[in-house]
């Protein structure tokens, strides 16, 4: 038996013209004016969830998230190629990379690196991704990182950053189990692969 996993979405992305509640959420998922991309046209499928998830991701992604926006996409980035989600890391990199001031050996690291990469000169960004390198590996926070990150996120702080990266495990796992197609023109984990070191001799 193939051990081979498809590539082929599994549950097909709704498509256009929508029925007028699919349209209204779709609508009040997206910026004004923007498509709608394929992961929230395969929540779609399943409307009440769609709408419930809706809330949540307003507080992850809106003004009401404690961390700065270059926090939140460190987590969200780091916690995406943890997971292996190509899908979601594309859509961030894309929209909020150069936004937050994340330079290209920066997702490089974050994508196939790790927190004692040189381009960390900023601790507390390092300090992050040890935070969702943690949490990746053993669902939990030991002591001695728990005291760093307490020294430089209060408590309402740390409480976001715990849940956005178990918010993006949650949506990495419906991406990648949906095998929801890669946007169009999104970045792919292969665009940041390190450059080859040259060989000795």
Not at 13 to 32: K, N
Not at 131 to 136: E, I, S, W
Not at 164 to 170: D, E, R, S
């Amino acid at each position: 038996m193939s051990t081979m996993a498809r590539t082929e979405p599994r549950i097909p992305t709704l498509e256009p013209p929508y029925e007028p509640a699919v349209a209204s959420q779709l609508a009040a998922m997206m910026p004004a004016g923007v498509p709608p991309i394929g992961l929230f046209r395969t929540f779609a499928r399943n409307l009440a969830m769609a709408g419930a998830m809706h809330g949540w991701g307003r507080h992850e992604l809106g003004r009401s998230l404690t961390v700065p926006m270059r926090a939140r996409e460190i987590v969200i980035d780091r916690t995406c190629a943890r997971c292996g989600c190509e899908y979601e890391w594309g859509v961030h990199v894309a929209f909020f990379a150069t936004r937050v001031g994340l330079d290209r050996a920066q997702v490089a690291s974050l994508t196939h690196g790790g927190p004692a990469d040189a381009c960390w000169v900023d601790p507390v960004d390092a300090l992050l991704v040890e935070l969702v390198d943690q949490l990746h590996e053993t669902s939990d926070v030991d002591d001695e990182l728990w005291e760093r990150l307490a020294a430089c996120f209060d408590e309402a702080q740390l409480l976001d950053l715990l849940a956005l990266c178990g918010w993006y495990h949650a949506i990495s796992f419906l991406a990648r189990g949906a095998r929801v197609a890669a946007e169009p023109d999104a970045p792919r984990f292969a665009d940041f692969l390190p450059a080859a070191r040259p060989s000795p001799g």
